[in-house]
């Protein structure tokens, strides 16, 4: 931690607070909300990709932990209570987006899940071989992510005692927790501050509670409590570095030599390479060693390997690669041969591991956020990275499911549900896994809108019109192109000579002969309404069209 440089993502962090504070000072436009809503997402995007790196860094300090936990006990221990205070104030954190989001609405938590996140089962860091909901916020679903009143009243209180004060008390503590890991020198560039000086636009000192919170947007308090999240998986990063860094691996004492593979992953894709270090531990860098490989086995023996593949290490270590050309499961085993120090005989230490080559594919699923609509046939991926699809079996709570020949699946749910729970599991040697499930939210499709000449109201030529000659059903941002509406019959009505005059009801979309007389008839500024307008779907619903307006120019 030497000279404490800013990272990147600091420095991304860093420049979106000053994006969100210029945004909070103009007027909330669609335009400054569409903003929010693009920070956000950049927000929540770069904090789960953070969490893998902080987890892969766990995962290497674990390592050394058990090569030698009488050295690193201490170190060890320090960083497992690093990993509980921060999952726990983030998971606090994700709980007020969910409770604000849900106030904002007016509905329950448990309503406001359902209707506006996104849910992800994720492993679970304090229970191995467990997993845990966690849930992400769908902006473009929240009706009132531009309205203060709710978020104010939870976050500041009528009493200055709202939720952003005990969020204040939290911060301040993890704060200098995590100071007190990496030292109180790298104070200025930790960030979490709440004690800065503040102030509104006339220059008047604020709190950071005030500062932050009130009269805030909802858009603007999820983007902004996704931005503390950063700074704590930020300040969690710079402190398990900072431990990892007390380790002194030239120091550790062993009573046994043990022969390692270190893969970089066991999930490879097609057209890449496997790659992994082959080690000896606490081995002298200077004494070379010979690593023998055999693939396609669990084990290495005299009788194979006479066909080995023979890499010569450096500094102790031999750098391994393989080509992926085939998908599926891999496996390989060998021996690492070196000279005994104290002996001065050859030794053998043997080794093995497996690894999974995965095909490169994308798999999208759902295509469209996370709902699947009644009528239709939904299309779904189910994969799972390193599993044949043939041993994949997906089932649905209430509705059918439909395999094609590419391999998605035609997904048909049940009208007037509101969700549904798509699982699957495998067969995997001899017995079967569960590989999770998705929860979609299921809606109707929405009402087409009917137009013509492209237009819904306003001034049209004549000529234009009478070239129109139908009114037509359009699916306005809807991405199931083959799903058509028809219109069964509309009405047609226009004054003239201060008289109502109509056609009566009109069967299909098509101008009759009557429609086109008024047409023709009409004088400049006439107006002719379209209306009672009916439309059927595919699905053999009915629906009520808005009315077309239009004036003749």
């Given amino acids: 931690m030497a000279g404490y440089k800013e990272t990147p993502r600091q420095k991304m962090i860093g420049m979106l607070y000053l994006v969100l504070t210029a945004l909070l000072a103009l007027n909330v436009s669609k335009d400054i909300l569409n903003a929010f809503l693009v920070v956000n997402d950049s927000m929540e995007s770069?904090?789960?990709?953070?969490?893998?790196?902080?987890?892969?860094?766990?995962?290497?300090?674990?390592?050394?932990?058990?090569?030698?936990?009488?050295?690193?006990?201490?170190?060890?221990?320090?960083?497992?209570?690093?990993?509980?205070?921060?999952?726990?104030?983030?998971?606090?954190?994700?709980?007020?987006?969910?409770?604000?989001?849900?106030?904002?609405?007016?509905?329950?938590?448990?309503?406001?899940?359902?209707?506006?996140?996104?849910?992800?089962?994720?492993?679970?860091?304090?229970?191995?071989?467990?997993?845990?909901?966690?849930?992400?916020?769908?902006?473009?679903?929240?009706?009132?992510?531009?309205?203060?009143?709710?978020?104010?009243?939870?976050?500041?209180?009528?009493?200055?005692?709202?939720?952003?004060?005990?969020?204040?008390?939290?911060?301040?503590?993890?704060?200098?927790?995590?100071?007190?890991?990496?030292?109180?020198?790298?104070?200025?560039?930790?960030?979490?501050?709440?004690?800065?000086?503040y102030k509104d636009g006339s220059g008047s000192p604020q709190s950071w509670e005030v500062y932050n919170f009130y009269n805030t947007i909802l858009a603007a308090n999820v983007t902004i409590l996704n931005k503390i999240i950063a700074e704590i998986q930020t300040g969690e990063f710079d402190a398990i570095n900072n431990l990892y860094s007390n380790i002194s691996e030239k120091d550790f004492k062993f009573d046994k030599v043990v022969a390692k593979v270190i893969p970089k992953s066991q999930y490879v894709l097609m057209?890449?390479?496997?790659?992994?270090?082959?080690?000896?531990?606490?081995?002298?860098?200077?004494?070379?060693?010979?690593?023998?490989?055999?693939?396609?086995?669990?084990?290495?023996?005299?009788?194979?390997?006479?066909?080995?593949?023979?890499?010569?290490?450096?500094?102790?270590?031999?750098?391994?690669?393989?080509?992926?050309?085939?998908?599926?499961?891999?496996?390989?085993?060998?021996?690492?041969?070196?000279?005994?120090?104290?002996?001065?005989?050859?030794?053998?230490?043997?080794?093995?591991?497996?690894?999974?080559?995965?095909?490169?594919?994308?798999?999208v699923a759902p295509l469209k956020m996370n709902i699947l609509y009644s009528g239709l046939k939904n299309p779904v991926s189910v994969n799972a990275p390193g599993i044949p699809s043939e041993l994949i079996t997906p089932t649905i709570s209430k509705g059918k499911m439909t395999k094609k020949d590419d391999g998605t699946y035609d997904v048909e749910v049940v009208s007037g549900e509101k969700t549904v729970v798509i699982s699957a599991s495998a067969k995997v040697g001899e017995s079967t896994m569960d590989l999770g499930s998705f929860t979609f939210r299921i809606k109707r499709v929405p009402d087409p809108v009917a137009k013509i000449a492209n237009i819904t109201d306003g001034q049209i030529e004549k000529n234009r019109l009478i070239g129109a000659r139908a009114i037509i059903p359009e699916l306005v941002d809807f991405d199931f192109g083959d799903f058509n509406y028809e219109i069964?019959?509309?009405?047609?009505?226009?004054?003239?000579?201060?008289?109502?005059?109509?056609?009566?009801?009109?069967?299909?979309?098509?101008?009759?002969?009557?429609?086109?007389?008024?047409?023709?008839?009409?004088q400049k500024g006439q107006k002719l309404y379209f209306e009672k307008i009916q439309a059927k779907g595919p699905d053999g619903t009915m629906r009520t069209l808005n009315p077309i307006n239009l004036e003749i120019n």
């Fill in 488 to 522: 069964v019959s509309y009405q047609m009505t226009t004054y003239r000579g201060g008289d109502l005059q109509t056609t009566g009801t009109i069967k299909g979309n098509v101008f009759n002969e009557t429609a086109m007389n008024f047409i023709k008839n009409a």
């Fill in 46 to 197: 770069s904090n789960e990709s953070f969490y893998t790196k902080i987890s892969s860094e766990y995962a290497k300090f674990e390592s050394q932990y058990r090569l030698n936990p009488g050295k690193t006990q201490e170190y060890w221990d320090k960083a497992q209570e690093v990993r509980l205070k921060s999952i726990t104030l983030i998971q606090y954190i994700d709980n007020i987006k969910q409770e604000v989001v849900a106030r904002s609405e007016k509905v329950s938590v448990d309503q406001a899940r359902e209707l506006f996140f996104t849910k992800k089962q994720e492993p679970n860091p304090f229970k191995p071989g467990e997993m845990y909901d966690k849930y992400t916020v769908d902006l473009t679903l929240v009706q009132t992510k531009d309205k203060f009143d709710e978020p104010t009243n939870y976050m500041i209180g009528q009493n200055r005692n709202g939720k952003a004060y005990e969020l204040s008390g939290k911060l301040k503590e993890y704060r200098q927790f995590i100071l007190s890991v990496i030292g109180e020198q790298y104070g200025d560039k930790l960030g979490l501050r709440t004690d800065g000086n």
């Fill in 271 to 363: 057209g890449s390479k496997y790659e992994a270090e082959i080690m000896v531990a606490a081995y002298d860098s200077k004494t070379p060693s010979t690593v023998k490989i055999v693939r396609g086995t669990d084990k290495a023996t005299e009788g194979n390997l006479g066909g080995a593949q023979v890499i010569k290490s450096e500094e102790g270590t031999a750098k391994l690669e393989f080509a992926a050309a085939a998908a599926g499961p891999q496996r390989y085993a060998g021996v690492i041969e070196m000279f005994d120090p104290s002996t001065n005989e050859l030794a053998r230490y043997s080794f093995n591991a497996d690894y999974i080559v995965v095909p490169r594919t994308l798999t």
